[in-house]
Each structure stands twice: as C-alpha cells, then as structure tokens.
C-alpha cells in the first residue's frame, strides 16, 4: 500500500512515498530505496511495492526535490536530447553530499514510522554510489546496502564510493552490466580491489548480457524480465539475511 509523505529537510520539502504489503505479510524491517536517473514515476512504485510485498517498509524519496516541479520523466527519457539535458544537469547537482545530508531526515522519518533499525538501502543507476555513500557515512544504521547498475562506483573523483570502503559496515551487494560504460571494467577492479583491502563483506557480480538499467520495468529496450528476476532473488536474500 503506498502512502504520500512530506519530509522536512533544511533545503525544503521532500516529496516522499511509503510502502508496506498489500498482502498484510509480517514486515521484517524498512529499505531506504533510492530512486534512478528518471525519478520518481509508476515503474519506481512498482519495485517499490515489489519489495514492500516481499515483506518490508519501503521509503522512496525524491532526491531531487530542490529543482520543485519537473518532468515527468520515463524510462526512455534520456533519449530525448531536451529531458537528458534537464537530467544531466539534475543529477550533476543533486550531490552525493546532499543526499547523504537528507539521509538525516531519511531515517528521522524512518524512526517516525516506528523502525530503528538497522535498515537496508538500496540504489539504482545515479543512486548506486549515493546508496554506498550513505551507507559509509551512517554505519551503524544500515546492515544491507544494495547497487544496481551504479554509476562511477570506484572512479577518479575525490567522492568515489570505492574510497569509503573501510568505513561500510553493511553486507554489501553490487550488480553491474556486463557492459556499462558508467561503470567499465578497470573501474570494476578498483571497486573489488580496494573493498577486498578493506575486508568488507561484499559482492561484486556481473549480469553477462545485461545492459545499462536492465532491474527497470520503463526502460524500453533494455528492461530484462530474466535479468530483473535474477535481481531481485539476489536483493531478497540480502535482506531477508540482514535486516531483522
């Protein structure tokens, strides 16, 4: 069942949306679940009601609430080269810093709702790296974080997620295309070798045949029903594992 909420953050208002089981099932836990490139529209509801149905209270905020109105946007969007321009510059200032400063308020509402934690977090394309990120900068309040085609996760910027791996307490999972140019392979290795250093409990695992945004139900030409399922046993299970 999905329900509408205002979070209050010192930037503003952020329009958010929550989720639990239309089926009435046990909720183990609650998810952050942050949103991809396009934001908020009915293919977010519906992995987001996905998951909740699996048993969980699920909060999708828009991390893009200080641009106000905008859009909407769907999942092919950025083929058109006026919404990518909007998106491009959208995303580029909408920081991982932000969002990890909204993730404050994030888990006042979570605590507002009646969870304490520990929570799992999920991220799709821009959010893979701001999920890692939070993540790193709260850990003791996630026991799972979750990157589905994350974009520049171990690149050259000074907040690459790869640089945090030490700090991440969470169980950590990562599925990645077998071939994004978002994230390319010596990226890959960077993310592996430097979270293998770290001792982090964490998976790395590419979808051969998968392309960029293949979890997302919108994405026309990319969306994999296989691929998508296989996502999902593998996100369940490291909740299911994590969040008591």
């Not at 909407?72 to 909408?94: A, C, H, W, Y």
């Not at 979570?110 to 790193?136: D, F, I, Q």
């Not at 003791?140 to 991440?168: K, Q, T, Y």
Request: net charge negative; glycine share 10%; charged share 20%.
């Amino acid at each position: 069942m999905k329900r509408t909420i205002n979070i209050v953050t010192p930037d503003g208002k952020v329009p958010s949306w929550t989720y639990t089981p239309d089926t009435g099932n046990f909720v183990k836990g609650a998810v952050l679940f942050f949103m991809d490139a396009m934001g908020p529209r009915p293919a977010m509801d519906e992995m987001a009601q996905k998951l909740a149905n699996a048993g969980y209270f699920v909060l999708l905020p828009d991390l893009f609430y200080r641009f106000g109105a905008y859009g909407p946007f769907s999942g092919s969007s950025f083929g058109d080269p006026q919404s990518r321009e909007k998106l491009v510059k959208m995303i580029n200032e909408t920081t991982a810093a932000m969002t990890v400063e909204d993730t404050a308020t994030f888990i006042a509402a979570l605590e507002g709702e009646g969870y304490s934690g520990p929570y799992g977090v999920v991220g799709y394309c821009m959010a893979g790296r701001r999920a890692l990120t939070v993540a790193a900068r709260y850990p003791e309040r996630f026991a799972a974080v979750a990157s589905f085609h994350g974009a520049a996760l171990a690149s050259n910027g000074p907040d690459s997620p790869h640089l945090l791996a030490s700090e991440i307490k969470a169980r950590i999972y990562v599925g990645t295309a077998a071939e994004d140019g978002s994230f390319p392979p010596e990226q890959s290795t960077r993310f592996v070798d430097a979270f293998r250093h770290a001792g982090a409990d964490f998976a790395l695992e590419s979808y051969v045949d998968m392309q960029h945004g293949w979890t997302v139900p919108d994405r026309d030409g990319v969306y994999d029903e296989a691929g998508a399922d296989r996502h999902w046993r593998r996100l369940l299970q490291l909740f299911d594992e994590t969040i008591r």
